[in-house]
């Protein structure tokens, strides 16, 4: 058990660097995204990443003082990755789209690392407030996927359809 739970502080401080890397790369997304609906969603889920710092912050100085934050070197690698990609598209509705994929890889991956996170926080026996804070994130990161994928499904893609079709 010493183990998982050394495993488990490990996790939350790759997160607590996943999440800053996040907050330190949206406002360049939300300023590249055109569509309204998507620069609202990304300027909402910002302001929610900000206090997702703040409840690993709180969740972590349970378990460890001083340098908590773990450097996670692959999420990094994939948000650098996904802005060198962005850069490159000069057709704003691609741009778009491309956006939207790579915040729902974001997503995604945050998806997986919170639903780690809470069925550990379980089995180590943790705080109770700290199960509901991780269990809060968890449910604003799948919020935030589904309302990626309505705005992919509603607007960019059938009005881009639409619109290629009537040419
Ligand atoms: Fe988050």
Not at 5 to 24: F, P, R
Not at 37 to 44: E, F, M, T, V
Not at 117 to 136: F, P, Q, S, T
Request: aromatic residues 2%; contains cysteine.
């Amino acid at each position: 058990m010493d183990e998982l739970k050394q495993a488990y502080i490990e996790k939350l401080g790759k997160s607590l660097d996943m999440e800053q890397c996040i907050v330190d790369h949206l406002p360049s997304l939300i300023e590249a995204s055109t569509n309204e609906k998507l620069r609202a969603g990304l300027s909402d889920h910002l302001k929610e990443t900000r206090e997702h710092v703040a409840r690993v912050e709180q969740v972590l100085a349970g378990h460890k003082s001083g340098e908590i934050t773990k450097k996670d070197d692959a999420f990094r690698l994939m948000v650098e990755n996904a802005g060198k990609e962005i850069e490159k598209i000069e057709d704003p509705d691609v741009r778009d789209a491309v956006i939207i994929a790579a915040a729902q890889s974001v997503e995604h991956a945050e998806m997986a690392r919170y639903g780690t996170l809470v069925e550990w926080a379980k089995k180590i026996d943790e705080d109770g407030d700290c199960i509901n804070m991780l269990k809060k994130t968890l449910g604003e990161e799948e919020a935030a996927d589904k309302k990626l994928s309505g705005v992919a499904e509603g607007s960019i893609f059938s009005t881009g359809v639409n619109e290629m079709a009537a040419k």
